[in-house]
Nanobody, 125 residues
Framework: QVQLVESGGGLVQAGGSLRLSCAAS????????MGWFRQAPGKEREFVSV????????YYAGSVKGRFTISRDNAKNTVYLQMNSLKPEDTAVYYC??????????????????WGQGIQVTVSS
């Protein structure tokens, strides 16, 4: 069992930056693939980014590539999402998620077994 808690969200002006953190409980964090997703009002949850269990492989949605950076610190049981050049369309509730399959680089929400409660990111124009 893994519990995930996001932090670092808030209100920022367009062009600004935020760094989201996701702290995980449990001793097996380092074996999980970790992903970030987001959900805007009235829209489906969408993939943002994923990082492999060692951190050597990352993948991004086209809409955030070049602006967002995912990273992890397995010693701290934490995954991060650095978000730069934020746009109003980035406004959403952001979720971190854990996938028990260490070989997967999943972009579909159903592939993930554990989810955080979500944190609001609002980008004003």
């Amino acid at each position: 069992q893994v519990q995930l808690v996001e932090s670092g969200g808030g209100l920022v002006q367009a062009g600004g930056s935020l760094r989201l953190s996701c702290a995980a409980s449990g001793r097996t964090f380092s074996s999980y693939v970790m992903g970030w997703f987001r959900q805007a009002p009235g829209k489906e949850r969408e993939f943002v980014s994923v990082i492999s269990w060692r951190g050597g492989n990352t993948y991004y949605a086209g809409s955030v590539k070049g602006r967002f950076t995912i990273s992890r610190d397995n010693a701290k049981n934490t995954v991060y999402l650095q978000m730069n050049s934020l746009k109003p369309e980035d406004t959403a509730v952001y979720y971190c998620a854990a996938d028990r399959d260490p070989l997967a680089i999943a972009t579909i929400p159903n592939e993930y077994e554990y989810w955080g409660q979500g944190i609001q990111v609002t980008v004003s124009s």
